[in-house]
């Protein structure tokens, strides 16, 4: 284990905790994840994460007016986006400071 990142709230009022760490080759693990959560696992590249290309954000409106700016990494058919792509985002500023 690396570290953990900041605490993120959801949507639902959760706190989310996330933690860095180093698993060992994505080839030996053996991955559960819960059907109703996780449609898909995927890996991205850290090289394809830093590429302006592959950067987005999505900008939210809310019913009272209230807006706010997410980020979104693109790869193909899949995006990265919401929570998962927060976390990704802080896992780059903590990893390539410099380039992200």
Do not use: C
Request: proline share 8%.
């Amino acid at each position: 284990v690396w570290g953990q990142l900041r605490t993120i709230p959801d949507r639902h009022g959760m706190t989310v905790a996330p933690v860095v760490a180093n698993l060992g080759p994505l080839e030996a693990l053996t991955l559960n994840p819960n059907s109703d959560e996780v449609e898909e696992v995927f890996t991205l590249p850290l090289a394809h994460l830093l590429r302006e290309e592959n950067q987005g954000y999505t900008h939210f409106r809310t019913a009272s007016g209230y807006g706010y700016t997410l980020p979104v990494f693109l790869n193909g058919p899949h995006k990265v986006w919401g929570l998962t792509a927060i976390v990704t985002e802080l896992t780059l500023e903590l990893l390539v400071p410099g380039r992200y």
